[in-house]
């Protein structure tokens, strides 16, 4: 079955970096496109990021354009999320989640990774 | 605030029929595909109807989608106490070239 699992999350400070992680499992990774979608506890799903399947094209939310980068690695079947220039208000759970039948859809979810920007 | 525009809570008795909006626009519903998500607290979101009415795999025929004009719908009918979740539609918005999300409904079944 699909398996999307996040890594890379923990505390850091505002204005630092962090790179998530995403390894996928039970698809075949080069044809789906996948997204990043954070979610705040307690508060809704903000869609971050998505990449095309062959990783030709990138689209992101203007609330982190030029400071996060998605890409993927087809041969390690892993999907990035490399965020620079930290804020408090990127503190999130960051979902990695493949898309199927359209861009749109968001058919399978990993659990999450928590990142935490404070000082 | 949300590009997509759903009612923060609804409640109904089990057995009975629910609805859940979305609105949005015409560069976002009113001319793209529409998807909906279930999330049970503390858990990861699952797809319950992807291009505005389709159902995957293992998703009851009681969950429905629809659409009209810049507003989509989902609906539930013979409620059930594991219904109980917040549920979120999505889409892609042409002008913002970027994938919206409500901002969630919490459902209760009373």
């Known amino acids: 079955q699909v398996q999307l699992v996040e890594s890379g999350g923990g505390v850091v400070q505002p204005g630092r970096s962090l790179r998530l992680s995403c390894v996928a499992s039970g698809f075949t990774f080069s044809s789906s496109a996948m997204h990043w979608v954070r979610q705040t506890p307690g508060k809704g799903l903000e869609w971050v990021a998505v990449i095309s399947d062959d990783g030709s094209r990138k689209y992101y939310a203007d609330s982190v354009k030029g400071r996060f980068t998605i890409s993927r690695d087809i041969s390690k079947n892993t999907l990035y999320l490399q965020m620079n220039s930290l804020r408090p208000d990127d503190t999130a759970v960051y979902h990695c989640?493949?898309?199927?039948?359209?861009?749109?859809?968001?058919?399978?979810w990993g659990q999450g990774a928590l990142v935490t920007v404070s000082s | 605030q949300s590009a997509l525009t759903q009612p923060p809570s609804v409640s109904a008795a089990p057995g009975q029929k629910v609805t859940i909006s979305c609105s949005g626009s015409?560069?976002?519903?009113?001319?793209?595909?529409v998807s909906w998500y279930q999330q049970v607290p503390g858990t990861a979101p699952k797809l319950l109807i992807y291009?505005?009415?389709k159902r995957p795999s293992g998703i009851p025929d009681r969950i429905y989608g629809s659409k009209f004009g810049t507003s989509a719908t989902l609906g539930i009918t013979g409620l059930q106490t594991g219904d109980e979740a917040d549920y979120y539609c999505?889409?892609?918005?042409?002008?913002?070239?970027?994938?919206?999300f409500g901002g969630g409904t919490r459902l209760t079944v009373l």
């Open positions: 015409t560069s976002s519903i009113g001319n793209n595909y």
């Open positions: 989640a493949r898309a199927e039948y359209r861009v749109i859809n968001l058919a399978n």
């Open positions: 291009d505005t009415y």
């Open positions: 999505g889409t892609w918005d042409s002008s913002l070239s970027a994938q919206v």
